[in-house]
């Protein structure tokens, strides 16, 4: 059904091969490593768009009420009334379980539009839903500004009931009047996302997208919005639709790899979430998966909600991997989240709060093998992702030691580069100093945002973060560790 399954084969054998970095990756930089002066940094928005970690994603349309995945036009808006729509409900459950702003489907492949646009009548002024009054879009909006959270669009370019689709140049004027009106009458708006879905086949109508004026049309409505797609150009998709990024990930690619969205070739999964070192522009990857089996509500899915555990797991190979999580959380066909969703996202939201709760490394004291000026190793410790550690110039190497004061045990590992300035580090080790000597506890390969490493519990008072290889001066923004809620070990333990 969806044109992107069948590439979740190929991506998640890297993502369940080994846990370790291959000897390949570090020596083909040695030799070939894109010199440090010519490599990308974020934008501002890239960079805002990153640190917020998670989003929503709400996927709401005719589907809500047909339980369908793939509309095909032809639903009559008559079937949409979601009589107790709250998008406030929404908003607010986004807000207080952790999540910085929300994307809704304004308009999915079935072409019907949530807003009341003037360019068809297939939208949600046609419905019974508050007499045909009503404006979905209105009430998300208000809502994301009531909570505090960014605003962001989904619009398919594929639409089953657009009579001029596969018409070309009329088409995109249609498409265009279309994002024209949602990014001119809602106010700023963070995101704007491209899918490249399109179940058409060849002998349905062929559809050319004019990517650069739809692109120029954001760039000049909404210049603060990050604009994402296969190809992004702001933000790119991981891949697949399982949330899982690669346990190497760069936020860099070549741009002529995948060159516009909906570029359906077998390797596209793992090119998207692998990234690639030397890659000239800088478009870190997006992680978007839903919630539920299906992208929208359906009655007979609620008993296959996502658990809390399952969404500690996506999140940790997803925003522990470098990407972003953009989970999908569809209002149900009263126009609410459903209360099996909700307990849900307080669930990962409570397990995500007493994990990260106390970093047992405050109060250590950190050495390094050598500092640039005004960049202490203690630097590490602190929580301004802006204040980093980095050796001395033209150091690619180097090791950071973590002294405690006395035993700590832990499972999980943090570790953060500063990515205002690149992604620079290749493949790192981490050490810790049992019975006197220097056992090694994790390898791996990229940083970037965020790396999230979890193990076994284990005790030590030392530990060594290696930095083997970088692509220019590594810069580390923060080494913290913690003991996840599941392990209560006594004295003893490791
Ligand atoms: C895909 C669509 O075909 C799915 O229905 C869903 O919206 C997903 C997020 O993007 O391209």
Redesign the pocket.
């Known amino acids: 059904m969806?044109?992107?399954r069948f590439l979740i084969a190929s991506s998640t054998a890297a993502v369940l091969g080994t846990g370790t970095a291959r000897w390949s990756d570090a020596t083909t930089a040695q030799t070939t490593g894109t010199p440090l002066s010519t490599r990308p940094e974020p934008t501002p928005q890239q960079l805002r768009w990153q640190r917020e970690e998670l989003a929503m994603?709400v996927?709401f349309t005719v589907n809500t009420f047909t339980g369908r995945?793939?509309g095909d036009g032809t639903e009559s808006p008559a079937i949409f009334n979601p009589r107790h729509l709250d998008a406030r409900q929404w908003a607010r459950t986004a807000r207080e379980t952790g999540f910085r702003s929300m994307i809704l489907?304004t308009k999915?492949?079935d072409g019907f539009c949530l807003w009341p646009t003037a360019t068809t009548r297939h939208s949600v002024a046609s419905s019974p839903w508050k007499n045909g009054k009503g404006d979905v879009v209105r009430e998300f909006v208000d809502a994301c500004h009531a909570e505090g959270l960014g605003v962001g669009f989904?619009l398919?370019p594929?639409d089953r009931n657009a009579k001029s689709y596969g018409s070309g140049k009329a088409y995109n004027d249609f498409y265009v009047a279309q994002l024209t009106e949602l990014l001119t009458h809602y106010g700023p708006v963070v995101e704007v996302w491209f899918?490249?879905?399109n179940?058409e086949g060849p002998s349905g109508p062929h559809q050319a997208y004019d990517w650069p004026r739809i692109h120029a049309t954001v760039r000049r409505l909404q210049p603060n919005a990050v604009i994402f797609s296969d190809a992004g150009p702001d933000v790119r998709w991981i891949g697949n639709?399982k949330g899982a990024a690669g346990l190497t990930c760069w936020s860099t690619v070549d741009p002529a790899r995948v060159p516009y969205a909906g570029f359906d070739r077998p390797w596209v999964g793992d090119l998207l979430g692998h990234g690639d070192p030397y890659g000239s522009a800088w478009r870190p990857g997006e992680a978007?998966v839903?919630i539920r089996p299906g992208?929208?509500w359906h009655a007979d899915e609620n008993d296959k909600v996502r658990s809390p555990d399952n969404l500690i797991e996506l999140y940790m190979q997803s925003v522990g991997r470098n990407s972003k999580l953009l989970l999908?959380v569809p209002p149900d066909r009263d126009g609410l989240f459903y209360p099996t969703d909700v307990a849900a996202l307080h669930g990962f939201a409570a397990q995500r709060r007493t994990m990260f709760a106390h970093d047992l490394l405050h109060g250590a004291r950190v050495i390094a093998s050598s500092s640039a000026t005004g960049h202490r190793a203690a630097n590490v410790l602190d929580d301004n992702p802006d204040s980093y550690w980095t050796p001395r110039q033209n150091e690619r190497a180097a090791t950071l030691d973590i002294e405690l004061p006395a035993e700590i045990t832990f499972d999980t590992l943090d570790l953060r580069e500063a990515i205002a300035h690149g992604q620079t580090i290749a493949n790192y080790r981490v050490d810790r100093w049992h019975h006197g000597t220097w056992k090694p506890m994790a390898w791996g390969t990229t940083i970037g945002h965020r790396k999230l490493e979890r193990f076994d519990p284990v005790r030590t008072r030392k530990l060594r973060i290696a930095l083997e290889y970088g692509f220019g001066a590594p810069k580390l923004a923060k080494v913290a560790a913690y003991l996840g809620p599941k392990h209560t070990y006594g004295p003893g333990h490791a």
């Open positions: 969806d044109r992107r994603f996927h995945e793939w489907t999915h492949h989904y398919s594929w899918d490249g879905a179940g639709e978007d839903s992208w929208f999908s």
